[in-house]
């Protein structure tokens, strides 16, 4: 298992459920009825079984119905927890990201009662269940494929249900950066909801029934749809690339590292303390020109991110998880990472330790009006405040970061991800009852 694909396979909130007794320690395995074995590689190189659980809603009939779900439709990431799902479960191949405004006239109480059927949803889908007497059976046949439902606030919410006295500091707006094109319209919101599920229709499903469920009490705001690769496409599992064709990913902070929970999820004794155990999102759809990029040769391209193409090793030298020597020169006097190399400029040791848990999907909405791809990122950054995160190190790429010239930051928003509901709680609970 590559130690980078693990950058975001953390379980220090929610386990993924598997079928196989010995899928390894930090997994909670599922006591349901298995079905059958199979023992394949999937997410993060797991030996992976069958889970009963999913097979309720995924049974297959005919001549096959005795077969097991293959291991990527029997993935499974636990609703409850400490963390939500969706900050640190291993990227998925397909992602949603969806801004609700509550409806006029909706306050704090339509907002408790949609959070509440929201969650009681994505628990729900989450197990492979369906959602309800509404479901649209588009995920009929399929397991729950690692489907992960995450649900933020934004700042305007707090204003619209009466809570602004309970209103993080954290949610202040970001900053404006020199070189932000933003579309307000695609921006910020009063709710986030992250979808993410190694099935294109498990994650439409999720999608669909999430819109549903809004009902009256919010409509869609903006929604960006993106993708990373499928779990089984590359021989083993190893860092995403994006659609510049670099590795991406590769120093985020790990799960096993001392310094991981403290860097991204706000700790117990926090205020407010609604927020204990939760995170803050920043997400940014990022447009890559990709015309101009892709006539860079590649040498070019190298330097401004600091490391190689082919496999993500740093310029200095070394594998990609070779440490940067931001301090090494080569023969003509200049340092091997140039100064306005992407990953210089971002690496916390060159911003006072800032650090973020970067978790993207790419996406790609076709030719825009002026002819070019509508292609790029959707940034998403988790971290225990902004602050000392994501503001610190955008501030610093704003100022000379070789790669900005091939980017366009074309939407921004913030929101505050509360920790994961217990067990009969809601998402959200705790700010919205207490
Ligand atoms: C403000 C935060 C960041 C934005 C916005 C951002 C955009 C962005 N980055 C890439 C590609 C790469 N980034 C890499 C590393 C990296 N990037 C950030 C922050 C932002 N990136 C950090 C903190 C780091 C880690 C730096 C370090 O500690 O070394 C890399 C190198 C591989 C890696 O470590 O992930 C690439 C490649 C793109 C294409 C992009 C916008 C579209
Ligand atoms: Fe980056």
């Known amino acids: 298992m590559s130690e980078t694909k693990n950058a975001a396979n953390g379980n ?30 999937g997410v993060g190189g797991l030996a992976l079984g069958a889970a009963g659980g999913a097979a309720a809603y995924a049974a297959v009939e005919g001549p096959d119905d005795t077969s097991p779900l293959a291991s990527v439709g029997s993935t499974e990431v636990m609703f409850h927890g400490k963390h939500q799902a969706g900050i640190t479960t291993p990227l998925q191949s397909t992602g949603h990201l969806i801004a609700f405004d509550l409806a006029p006239g909706a306050g704090r109480k339509e907002a408790a009662a949609l959070m509440r059927r929201w969650s009681t949803t994505a628990r729900a889908l989450m197990a492979g269940e369906p959602s309800g007497s509404a479901d649209t059976g588009v995920a009929l046949d399929a397991g729950p494929s690692s489907l992960t439902v995450t649900f933020g606030f934004g700042h305007s919410f707090f204003d619209r249900t009466q809570l602004t006295d309970r209103r993080p500091a954290q949610l202040d707006p970001l900053p404006d950066f020199s070189s932000d094109q933003l579309d307000a319209r695609r921006s910020n919101g009063d709710l986030w909801v992250q979808i993410g599920a190694d099935d294109a229709l498990v994650a439409f499903h999720a999608l669909r029934a999430i819109q549903h469920d809004a009902g009256a009490a919010a409509t869609v705001r903006w929604q960006m749809n993106g993708f990373n690769r499928t779990p089984g496409a590359t021989a083993k599992p190893m860092t995403a690339r994006n659609l510049m064709g670099q590795i991406d990913g590769t120093n985020n902070p790990k799960p096993a590292d001392p310094d991981f929970d403290e860097r991204v999820f706000v700790p117990d004794t926090a205020q407010p303390a609604w927020m204990a155990g939760g995170s803050y999102a920043v997400v940014r759809r990022i447009r890559m020109l990709l015309d101009t990029w892709e006539k860079l040769p590649l040498t070019e391209q190298e330097q401004a991110v600091g490391r190689r193409k082919s496999n993500g090793a740093p310029l200095s030298g070394g594998t990609e998880t070779t440490k940067l020597q931001l301090d090494k020169f080569g023969p003509d006097g200049k340092p091997v990472i140039a100064l306005n190399a992407h990953a210089r400029i971002a690496a916390p040791e060159q911003n006072g330790g800032a650090a973020m848990l970067r978790r993207a999907f790419s996406f790609h909405d076709g030719i825009a009006a002026d002819g070019t791809p509508d292609a790029g990122l959707l940034f998403v950054a988790w971290q225990a405040d902004p602050l000392k995160g994501f503001v610190p190190v955008q501030r610093k790429l704003d100022r000379g970061d070789a790669l900005s ?30």
């Open 405 to 434: 010239t091939f980017l366009r930051h074309e939407a921004s928003g913030l929101f505050a991800v509360p920790g994961g509901p217990r067990a009969g709680e809601y998402v959200g609970q705790r700010l919205l009852e207490s």
């Open 12 to 41: 220090t909130g929610n386990t993924l459920r598997t079928g196989t007794p010995s899928a390894g320690p930090g997994l909670d395995i599922s006591r349901r009825k298995l079905l059958g074995t199979v023992g394949a590689v």
